[in-house]
């Protein structure tokens, strides 16, 4: 449309897309930051993405975050059922409920009519908890369809505001900073390079996973973003990029 044209965002699209080595990029006008249209511009995006993108008998997978709870408001309630399945990309990331992927999911399924599988873990169960927790065949048959996802869906934030809203303590979050962590998806923190060099004690999707889904998608805006999808984006694990004006414009500043 017209503020698209007037913008310049179709080029700045093919500028990002090129220089990230990804496949397709989404710019929605604004920055998250300073305005919340920009985020609701950016679930309405997403939104469109999904329903241009999913098949029947596909597996989606999502994460948590403000900015996906939009995406999943977003979502117009279907009348017909689009026979998928919509899974939470991980469980017991220690967000409030209304942020937890489980909700999301559930929530996406329920517009789409779709079926939905969750993840039902505690918060923060110590690490040999998690391993016969996943180790359970009704939690193993989740495990597997999140893995081969062909869709999954993610959020993105800064190391710091993640470490701050899952309540590390100081010892940690000294740990992310000495580590260099700059971004967060998925209970993982990355550094500049895209290395993952911390991760939250929950399961779900690993990093490695994403090699054998389908399309990886990676949702965000805000200028104060940049950074933090810049290190998720360099795992060249992603395939798509959803954002705004803002963030787009600064990672053409620091690429
Ligand atoms: C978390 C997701 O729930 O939300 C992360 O697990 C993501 O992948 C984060 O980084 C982003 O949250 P928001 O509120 O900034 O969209």
């Not at 979502?75 to 999301?104: F, H, K, M, Y």
Request: proline share 4%; aromatic share 4%.
């Amino acid at each position: 449309d017209l503020v698209r044209e007037l913008r310049g965002l179709a080029d700045v699209e093919q500028r990002l897309a090129r220089r990230l080595g990804l496949q397709r990029v989404i710019v929605v006008p604004g920055d998250a930051d300073v305005d919340d249209t920009s985020k609701k511009e950016i679930a309405r995006a997403t939104a469109r993405f999904l329903k241009e993108v999913l098949r029947e008998g596909q597996v989606l997978a999502v994460t948590g975050g403000s900015t996906l709870a939009e995406v999943a408001l977003s979502l117009p309630e279907e009348s017909v059922p689009l026979g998928i399945t919509v899974v939470p990309g991980r469980g017991g990331l220690g967000e409030d409920v209304e942020l937890q992927a489980n909700t999301i999911a559930a929530e996406i399924a329920r517009r789409l009519r779709a079926n939905y599988r969750l993840l039902h873990v505690p918060d923060d169960l110590p690490e040999e908890a998690v391993e016969t927790v996943a180790s359970q065949p009704q939690v193993r048959e989740i495990l597997d369809l999140i893995r081969r996802a062909d869709i999954v869906l993610h959020g993105v934030g800064t190391a710091e505001e993640m470490a701050r809203r899952r309540r590390l303590g100081p010892a940690e979050t000294a740990r992310l900073r000495e580590r260099g962590a700059v971004g967060e998806a998925f209970g993982y923190y990355f550094n500049r390079q895209g290395q993952p060099v911390y991760q939250t004690a929950s399961f779900g999707l690993r990093v490695e996973d994403l090699a054998h889904c389908g399309q990886v998608v990676v949702v965000g805006g805000g200028r104060s973003k940049a950074e933090a999808a810049l290190a998720v984006i360099s795992t060249g694990y992603q395939d798509v990029l959803i954002t705004d004006e803002g963030l787009a414009w600064r990672v053409l500043e620091l690429t």
